[in-house]
């Protein structure tokens, strides 16, 4: 019998696992794949695709009964946890921060993560691509950020790593490349001698694709900055950016590490119910159903694929169960609870919920305290 079990193992199901966790339950995330999570650029953004700041913000977050001090709270415990996994974000929710994506264009976000840098107005920036990836393309990145910054100086360069893949690489590949000394080597010689060729000897900042690293990215950042004695920033562009397959790894691996139980490969069908109440999770493939107390349903909504958009409405493909307008469920079951995603689908053109009602949906879920041996603190109530 699980304290709590998770469906989804997106970025709400992940913190929602590691939350529940951090309370000393018994948890597991079932999971059908790993999420949306690596298709986003790791920034977390206040409103998906808006820049609108906090006060502009706050009427759709205390809609969503999201206080500002949850707010507050989540987005520290977030920059808490992720510094404690050596992935330390940086940011606030209450000033958002110019960054810049791998289209060349400046986006105002709440959080990000420590390999991107604010972009600033004036100075002289190198953006620098690499010949290996083809969806960031450096001259088109400078015309989209001078039209943003026009008081910026910007040369635009493309370093060949020499790698021979056979195909075309992601920004996570050549992330995995920059793992090791060799590729930092061979970045850093072949931007040197774009550098000289193109007569730029300097910059204040210098700008790469999302592929500083995927394990040692606390290293490539440092190798290029003594390298080139500049601020250096990623601009996460196509999927997979190596910032997001980052974050998930990190949070999948410590998660694994608190020893929270993931059953993978698993598509949930149903529950049983009874006195409101979720008793059984059941996944394809099984009759026996897995036994719990609380369940979290954190399927990322119609993207996710926990909830199907039909003819009639939406249908819940979770735990089968009717659904309202906005996806979550007719009948209040006691027990369940959501996060991410599928937590109120409705309400962005769309369906991305973003970083950071992700991470206080996830927070925000109330869990039991429990002392390490299992049994609950008398009257503790963890959270709302
Ligand atoms: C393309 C893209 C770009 C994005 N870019 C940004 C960005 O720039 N900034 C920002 O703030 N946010 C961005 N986001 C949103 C951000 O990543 C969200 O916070 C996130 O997608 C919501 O995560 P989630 O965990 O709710 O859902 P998901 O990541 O979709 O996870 C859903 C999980 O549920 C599982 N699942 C679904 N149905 C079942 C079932 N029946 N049985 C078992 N498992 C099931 C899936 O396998 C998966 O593990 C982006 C999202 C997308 C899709």
Redesign the pocket.
């Known amino acids: 019998m699980y304290d709590i079990v998770v469906?989804?193992?997106?970025?709400?199901?992940?913190l929602t696992a590691i939350r529940a966790k951090e309370n000393n339950n018994h948890v597991a995330v079932?999971?059908?794949?790993?999420?949306?999570?690596i298709?986003?650029?790791?920034?977390?953004?206040l409103l998906?695709g808006r820049s609108e700041n906090l006060t502009d913000a706050r009427a759709f977050f205390v809609n969503e009964q999201i206080s500002d001090s949850l707010l507050s709270e989540a987005a520290d415990w977030f920059k808490a946890l992720t510094g404690k996994l050596g992935l330390p974000y940086r940011g606030s929710i209450e000033k958002l921060t110019p960054v810049l994506t791998g289209a060349g264009f400046i986006?105002q976000?709440a959080l990000y993560p420590h390999t991107v840098s604010k972009i600033p107005e004036e100075g002289d920036i190198i953006i620098a691509g690499i010949k290996e990836i083809i969806d960031f393309q450096p001259r088109y990145v400078k015309e989209n950020l001078l039209t943003e910054y026009p008081g910026l100086s910007v040369s635009a360069l493309s370093a060949d790593l020499g790698l021979k893949a056979g195909r075309v690489l992601s920004q996570a590949d050549v992330a995995r490349q920059l793992d090791e000394a060799s590729g930092r080597a061979a970045l850093i010689s072949a931007l040197k001698k774009e550098m000289k060729k193109k007569n730029v000897k300097s910059c204040d900042m210098m700008v790469l694709p999302s592929c500083l690293g995927i394990k040692n990215s606390q290293l490539v950042m440092q190798e290029l900055k003594e390298a080139f004695s500049c601020s250096v920033t990623e601009a996460p562009g196509l999927?997979p950016n190596a910032a997001a397959v980052r974050l998930y790894s990190a949070l999948k691996k410590y998660a694994v590490n608190q020893g929270i139980r993931f059953i993978e490969n698993?598509?949930?069908?149903s529950v049983e119910v009874k006195n409101d109440k979720v008793t059984d999770l059941f996944?394809e493939g099984t009759n026996e159903g897995i036994k719990l107390k609380k369940l979290v349903i954190?399927?990322?909504?119609i993207?996710?694929?926990?909830l199907e958009l039909t003819t009639d409405g939406l249908r819940d493909?979770?735990i089968n169960q009717p659904v309202n307008k906005d996806g979550t469920n007719k009948h209040k079951l006691r027990n369940v609870y959501y996060?991410?995603?599928?937590k109120k689908v409705p309400w962005t053109d769309t369906w991305?919920?973003?970083?950071?009602?992700?991470i206080c949906t996830s927070y925000s879920v109330p869990f039991s305290k429990k002392t390490p041996g299992g049994k609950k603190h008398a009257g503790v109530e963890c959270n709302r």
């Open positions: 469906i989804g193992q997106g970025l709400a199901g992940l079932v999971s059908k794949g790993i999420g949306k999570i298709q986003s650029t790791a920034f977390m953004d998906p986006k976000t999927p698993k598509t949930t069908y996944t954190a399927t990322g909504g993207i996710g694929g926990g493909t979770t996060a991410g995603g599928t991305i919920a973003g970083g950071i009602y992700t």
